[in-house]
């Protein structure tokens, strides 16, 4: 596949993005990261 093809096929009947599905995961991996980062610390 070229690019343009690729950009071709990516351009084509884009949907819009859940802005609140982005923050949410965003948001349990930060809470995730941090609770793991703590236990390291705590029990490392």
């Given amino acids: 596949m070229k690019t343009d ?3 071709a096929l990516l351009s084509t009947n884009p ?7 982005v923050v949410r995961t ?5 809470g995730a990261g941090s609770i793991l980062a703590l236990g390291i610390t705590i029990f490392g």
């Fill in 5 to 7: 093809e690729l950009v």
């Fill in 15 to 21: 949907e819009p993005v859940d802005r609140g599905l």
């Fill in 26 to 30: 965003l948001l349990v991996a930060l």
